[in-house]
C-alpha cells in the first residue's frame, strides 16, 4: 500500500505560482504513474496531469498545458506539479493520486483508475 502527501498549497495572486509536492511512501513501484486531479466547491474531481514513474512521459489537461508542469524525482519518491500563470479558476483542493499497476503507456483520466490517494492540499488564486 502506498502513501500519500500533497503539500505546497496556498494563497496566491492571479498569474502567480506555487510549486506542489506529492510525497509517496510504502510500497511504491518505479513502473506505476502517478495523477494531479483538483476539485472547486460544488463542481466534481477533475484530471489535470499525470506522469510515468520509469520514462517521465508526461499527460495535461488542455486547461493547464503551457502553465503548468508535472515532474518527478524518483530518488525521493516524489511527485511534483509546477503551477504558473495561475487563474481563479484554478481554485480548487488538489489530490495526488497513484496508480498500483504498470504504466502501459496510456495514461488514466478517471479517478476511479487510480488506486491511492493524498489528503489533498487547497490552492487559492484571488483575482
Known amino acids: 500500500q502506498v502513501q500519500l502527501v500533497e503539500s505546497g498549497g496556498g494563497l496566491v495572486q492571479a498569474g502567480g505560482s506555487l510549486r506542489l509536492s506529492c510525497a509517496a511512501s510504502?510500497?511504491?513501484?518505479?513502473?506505476?504513474?502517478m495523477g494531479w486531479f483538483r476539485q472547486a466547491p460544488g463542481k466534481e474531481r477533475e484530471f489535470v496531469a499525470a506522469?510515468?514513474?520509469?520514462?517521465?512521459?508526461?499527460y495535461y489537461v488542455d486547461s493547464v498545458k503551457g502553465r503548468f508542469t508535472i515532474s518527478r524525482d524518483n530518488a525521493k519518491n516524489t511527485v511534483y506539479l509546477q503551477m504558473n500563470s495561475l487563474k481563479p479558476e484554478d481554485t480548487a483542493v488538489y489530490y495526488c493520486?497513484?496508480?498500483?499497476?504498470?504504466?502501459?503507456?496510456?495514461?488514466?483520466?478517471?479517478?476511479?483508475?487510480?488506486?491511492?490517494w493524498g489528503q489533498g492540499t487547497q490552492v487559492t488564486v484571488s483575482s
Open positions: 510504502g510500497r511504491t513501484f518505479s513502473s506505476y504513474s
Open positions: 506522469i510515468s514513474w520509469s520514462v517521465g512521459s508526461t
Open positions: 493520486a497513484a496508480q498500483n499497476t504498470p504504466w502501459t503507456g496510456l495514461f488514466s483520466v478517471r479517478g476511479y483508475e487510480y488506486d491511492a
